[in-house]
């Protein structure tokens, strides 16, 4: 059945390859060509066409666009998603339609992918010592070789990505209790989610991208706060108000200091010292223990 359904359709395709190859002749040839030729050439080609015997020519192998004239679907599949599976159907299907429900032989004629890949455990991702099988649990359509189901996979995130695992697990937060792996990596595998799918800013004043955010807060350790030079005096007003407007309101030495400068981790203090060394005689302080007695405070300095 199928295969003369198949012959059928190289036939076609043939008459119609002979058919361009005579409409080919028939196109006038630019001035080259003796008056008397045109003629001749008409008739000889159509007379061959009616002598071929469909036995004539060599039949040659389907290619992969004609098996997707038939497969539209899994062409479509593979020129859209394919990735590195793109290539030619028969390197995988080395045999194809010899399937016989009698037979009950369709696992045995289906391509092996440890034909082209020696072994999980060589690849680079799927690292060593991890035997994953079967490969179609995961890879579930080898014509979306990197469509993959998240939900067959999330129990093993950790095999692969042992460090971000151990990473959330070893620094409690709230993002290893109220979330989980896929809340956030969600849709397809190797999503990245924006802080904002989920967060407002607390600190409006400052323009915040995600990766801004995962300055202070890395992502799978978010309560671990740390915070660089370049931190802007905005951030910190979010939630300091206070101190940014003090500092804000009268102009002293220290308003062109930034938070960060006085603060370099969160919720430290620093002693004057640190960058005044020992400003005044002893003997002038020597009644007074806090520089702040004359000064006031940090953030609003009275001289
Ligand atoms: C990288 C290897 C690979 C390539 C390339 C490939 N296939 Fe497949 N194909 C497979 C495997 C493996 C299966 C078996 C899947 C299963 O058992 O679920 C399969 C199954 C099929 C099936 C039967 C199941 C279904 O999805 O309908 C058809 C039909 C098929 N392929 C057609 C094609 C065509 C047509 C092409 C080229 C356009 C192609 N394949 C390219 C590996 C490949
Ligand atoms: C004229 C249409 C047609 C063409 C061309 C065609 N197929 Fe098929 N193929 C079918 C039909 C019909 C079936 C059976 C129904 C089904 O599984 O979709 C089938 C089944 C299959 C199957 C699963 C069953 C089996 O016996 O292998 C594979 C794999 C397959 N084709 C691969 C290919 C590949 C590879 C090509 C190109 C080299 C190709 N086909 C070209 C029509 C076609
Ligand atoms: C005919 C050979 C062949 C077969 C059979 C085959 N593959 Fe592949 N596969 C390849 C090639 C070639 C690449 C590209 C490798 C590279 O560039 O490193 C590839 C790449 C892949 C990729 C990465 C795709 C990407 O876009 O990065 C996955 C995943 C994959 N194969 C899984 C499978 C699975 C699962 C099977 C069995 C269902 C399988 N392959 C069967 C040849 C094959
Ligand atoms: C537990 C799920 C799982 C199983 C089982 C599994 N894989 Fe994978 N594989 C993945 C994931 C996830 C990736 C990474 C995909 C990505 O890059 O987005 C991957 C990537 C790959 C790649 C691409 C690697 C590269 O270097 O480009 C190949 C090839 C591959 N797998 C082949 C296989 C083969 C062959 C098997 C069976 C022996 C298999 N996989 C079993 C989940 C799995
Ligand atoms: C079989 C191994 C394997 C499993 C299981 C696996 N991954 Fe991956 N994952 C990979 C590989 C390999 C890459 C690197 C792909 C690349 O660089 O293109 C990756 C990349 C990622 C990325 C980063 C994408 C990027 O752009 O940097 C995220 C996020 C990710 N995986 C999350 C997950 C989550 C969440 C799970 C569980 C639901 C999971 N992975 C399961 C192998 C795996
Ligand atoms: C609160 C959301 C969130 C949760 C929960 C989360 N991640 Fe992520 N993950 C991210 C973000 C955002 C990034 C991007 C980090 C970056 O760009 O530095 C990321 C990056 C990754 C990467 C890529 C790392 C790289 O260096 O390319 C992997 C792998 C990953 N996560 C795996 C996991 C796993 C496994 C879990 C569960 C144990 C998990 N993530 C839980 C948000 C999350
Ligand atoms: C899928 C939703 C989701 C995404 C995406 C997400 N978070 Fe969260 N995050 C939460 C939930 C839920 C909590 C707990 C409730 C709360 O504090 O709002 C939380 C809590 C936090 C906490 C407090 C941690 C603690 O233990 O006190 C920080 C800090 C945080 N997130 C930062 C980030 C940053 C930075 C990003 C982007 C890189 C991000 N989050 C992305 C859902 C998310
Ligand atoms: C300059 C560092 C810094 C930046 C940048 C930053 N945060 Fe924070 N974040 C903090 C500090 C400090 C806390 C308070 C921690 C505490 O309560 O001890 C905090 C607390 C949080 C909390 C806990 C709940 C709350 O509001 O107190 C969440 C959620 C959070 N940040 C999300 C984000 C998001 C989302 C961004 C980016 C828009 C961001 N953070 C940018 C320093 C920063
Ligand atoms: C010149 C150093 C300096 C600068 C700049 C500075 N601080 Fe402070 N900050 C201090 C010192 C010192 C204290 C302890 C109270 C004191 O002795 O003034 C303090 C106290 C605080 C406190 C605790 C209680 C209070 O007084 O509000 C917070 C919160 C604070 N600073 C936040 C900030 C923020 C936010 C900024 C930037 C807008 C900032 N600081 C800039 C030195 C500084
Ligand atoms: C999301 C809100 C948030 C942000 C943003 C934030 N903090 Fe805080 N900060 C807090 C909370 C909450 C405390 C603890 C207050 C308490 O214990 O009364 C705190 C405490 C402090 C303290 C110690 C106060 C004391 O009384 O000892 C200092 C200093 C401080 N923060 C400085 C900063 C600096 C500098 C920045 C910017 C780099 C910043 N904070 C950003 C929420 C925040
Ligand atoms: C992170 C460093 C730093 C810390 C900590 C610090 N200051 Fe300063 N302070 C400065 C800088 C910078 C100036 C400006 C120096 C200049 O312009 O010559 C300054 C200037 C001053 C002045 C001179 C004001 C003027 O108008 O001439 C006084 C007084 C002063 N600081 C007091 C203090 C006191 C009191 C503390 C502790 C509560 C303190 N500072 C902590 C960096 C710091
Ligand atoms: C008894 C009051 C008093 C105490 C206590 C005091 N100062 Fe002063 N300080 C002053 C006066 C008054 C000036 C103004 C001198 C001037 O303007 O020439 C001054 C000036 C300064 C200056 C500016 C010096 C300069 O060269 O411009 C700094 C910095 C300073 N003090 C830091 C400190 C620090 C740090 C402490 C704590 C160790 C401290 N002071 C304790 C009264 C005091």
């Given at each position: ?62 290619t992969t666009a004609?098996c997707g004239?038939?497969h539209f679907s899994v062409f479509q599949a593979l020129k859209t998603t394919g990735g590195k599976h793109q290539i030619d159907c028969v390197r995988c299907h080395a045999r194809y ?13 289906m391509p092996k992918c440890s034909s082209c890949h020696l072994?999980a455990?060589?690849g680079p991702f799927h ?5 994953l099988?079967p490969c179609l649990n995961c890879h579930a359509d080898p014509h979306k070789p990197l469509n993959i189901p ?38 397809k595998h190797g ?113």
């Amino acid at each position: 059945m199928m295969d003369s359904r198949r012959v059928a359709v190289v036939v076609s395709i043939i008459s119609i390859i002979g058919l361009i190859t005579i409409y080919g002749c028939v196109t006038p040839q630019p001035q080259a060509s003796p008056p008397s030729a045109p003629s001749e050439r008409v008739e000889a080609p159509a007379e061959t066409s009616q002598e071929m015997s469909p036995y004539e020519m060599d039949v040659r192998p389907l290619t992969t666009a004609e098996c997707g004239q038939c497969h539209f679907s899994v062409f479509q599949a593979l020129k859209t998603t394919g990735g590195k599976h793109q290539i030619d159907c028969v390197r995988c299907h080395a045999r194809y339609h010899v399937y016989n429900p009698r037979k009950q032989n369709y696992d045995e004629i289906m391509p092996k992918c440890s034909s082209c890949h020696l072994s999980a455990t060589k690849g680079p991702f799927h690292g060593e010592n991890k035997i994953l099988t079967p490969c179609l649990n995961c890879h579930a359509d080898p014509h979306k070789p990197l469509n993959i189901p998240l939900s067959v996979i999330e129990p093993t995130c950790g095999i692969c990505h042992s460090k971000e695992g151990n990473e959330i697990k070893n620094y409690p937060s709230k993002h290893s209790t109220d979330v989980s792996c896929l809340d956030c990596h969600a849709e397809k595998h190797g999503h990245i989610p924006e802080c904002s799918a989920c967060h407002e800013s607390h600190s409006p004043k400052a323009e915040l991208a995600s990766k801004d955010c995962m300055a202070c807060h890395p992502v799978h350790k978010p309560s671990r706060i740390s915070y660089d030079k370049q931190t802007l005096s905005t951030i910190c007003a979010g939630c300091h108000g206070e101190a940014y407007d003090l500092l804000q309101k009268k102009e002293t030495k220290h308003t062109a200091v930034r938070c960060i400068e006085c603060h370099p981790a969160h919720k430290e203090i620093p002693a004057c010292s640190r960058c005044h060394g020992e400003p005044h005689p002893k003997r002038m302080i020597i009644d007074v223990t806090k520089c702040g007695d004359c000064h006031g405070i940090a953030h609003d300095l009275a001289i």
